[in-house]
């Protein structure tokens, strides 16, 4: 796969320029469902994303413009569709509703169908989210502990990643003798909790609960109902939420997953659980996390290019 992007500049004519084709535009915004074309580069998204905070390496709105420029088969071969963690945040920001997100995951579905990418590195790559996921968790439970993570090192994320002892925490059972905190009640009656029957749709859409273990939507919402407060506060899986509102959105019983975690964390904030420099904490971490995510995609993209140095990349 060569990075096509990082070596050309968009212009109107001239070899080895980037040439716009505006008669891709309209067959791409149909079949993506991005609703690409209402996008005015205002750049908010770029000042959203997570990845783009923490590295500087992916920009949701160059991907749009890009697609709006027709430059489809170079958006194929852009490493940076492989960097996005499906937050959603782009396009909850955006204030034309547009959804990078939707062209992202259409855009990785297309450069597989034209094998830009091998089937090889896209399971290498799925296996790499499930680690990513196992990282974070591992990092938020330093943070609570009243630690960080200022480097990443080989030897510390294989020892995490073969470490399958996780707190009790994980495992559901009931809160024998106590009584249902009046706290989680609130809970249930703004987020609907009493109305789930454990169907676990929630789980199956949430895309970081791939891992039962660390993170389960509907295992949450099992566990504010049967008031398990000090468990729930105290679980570094309230922090791993990425708010991308699935959960909420696929919930039959109008259960609101996504706001129940986020009312979960700031009730973890008010009632002492976590401390209030924690989320400082835990955003110097993920800045560390999520740039190892990005050169293990890089190593498994370009190998060769990664290990001399990494790639250069170029503004469009
Ligand atoms: S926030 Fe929306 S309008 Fe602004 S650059 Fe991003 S996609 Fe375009
Ligand atoms: S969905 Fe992807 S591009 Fe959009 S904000 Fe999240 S990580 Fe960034
Ligand atoms: S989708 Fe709704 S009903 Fe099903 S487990 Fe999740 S919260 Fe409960
Ligand atoms: S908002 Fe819901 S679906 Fe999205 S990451 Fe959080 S729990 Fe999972």
Not at 50 to 74: F, S
């Amino acid at each position: 796969m060569e990075n096509v992007v990082t070596r050309k500049r968009i212009c109107s004519k001239g070899d080895g320029l980037l040439i716009p084709r505006m008669e891709n535009r309209e067959a791409m915004d149909e079949t993506s469902s991005a609703g690409m074309q209402a996008c005015w580069t205002c750049g908010s998204c770029d000042f959203e994303c997570p990845v783009n905070i923490y590295t500087h390496a992916l920009r949701p709105q160059k991907i749009v413009r890009m697609a709006n420029l027709g430059l489809w088969d170079e958006l194929l071969q852009l490493p940076e569709i492989w960097y996005c963690i499906g937050c959603r945040r782009c396009g909850h920001i955006c204030p034309n509703v547009v959804k990078p997100w939707a062209l992202i995951e259409y855009a990785r579905r297309a450069a597989i169908f034209k094998k830009y990418v091998s089937w090889e590195s896209v399971q290498h790559m799925q296996r790499l989210w499930m680690h990513f996921q196992k990282i974070r968790w591992h990092a938020v439970a330093v943070c609570i502990e009243g630690g960080e993570i200022e480097t990443l090192l080989d030897g510390q994320v294989e020892e995490w990643l073969n470490q399958e002892d996780y707190r009790s925490d994980a495992v559901i059972r009931q809160g024998v003798g106590q009584p249902y905190p009046d706290t989680l009640k609130l809970l249930n009656k703004s987020c609907s909790t009493t109305h789930c029957y454990t169907c676990s749709e929630c789980s199956s859409v949430c895309p970081i609960s791939g891992n039962k273990r660390l993170f389960d939507p509907s295992g949450i919402v099992r566990m504010v109902n049967l008031g398990m407060v000090t468990e729930l506060l105290n679980t570094p899986a309230i922090w791993l939420c990425l708010g991308c509102r699935r959960c909420s959105d696929c919930c039959c019983q109008g259960v609101d997953g996504a706001n129940l975690i986020q009312d979960l964390r700031d009730l973890a904030l008010s009632s002492g659980a976590v401390d209030f420099e924690l989320k400082i904490r835990m955003e110097n971490s993920f800045r560390v996390v999520c740039q190892y995510f990005l050169r293990e995609i890089n190593l498994i993209l370009f190998p060769s290019v990664e290990r001399a140095g990494g790639l250069q990349r170029q503004s469009v």
